[in-house]
């Protein structure tokens, strides 16, 4: 119910170390962060207005060539945060 509502009438956001990404539901975007720690926040905004709404803050360590994928949803009630989330990592491709 909640994604029938914010689809149409909200964009998402990406604060990433204090610089704000708009973003696009459903798609994935890069980011290239230095080693050392970053403060990712994910946020809404409704169309129309300029206030962030349902902050989801997340702290992270990058290290020296490490890619991080962090996934944020929100919950089932519209209050509830855009949550950032820090995804298992992905096993290196071997090269041939």
């Known amino acids: 119910m909640n994604a029938i509502v914010l689809l149409p009438c909200t964009r998402p956001f990406l604060r990433l170390d204090g610089q704000e990404h708009p973003l696009t539901w459903g798609q ?3 980011f290239p962060l230095t080693v050392g720690p970053h403060l990712v926040e994910t946020f809404i905004r409704y169309r129309g207005t300029p206030w962030p709404a349902g902050t989801g803050r997340l702290h992270v360590e990058v290290g020296e060539g490490e890619d ?3 996934l944020a949803r929100n919950g089932p009630l519209n209050h509830q945060p855009l949550q950032p989330r820090l995804l298992p990592r992905r096993p290196p491709v071997p090269s041939t």
């Open 28 to 30: 994935t975007s890069s």
């Open 68 to 70: 991080i994928d962090v």
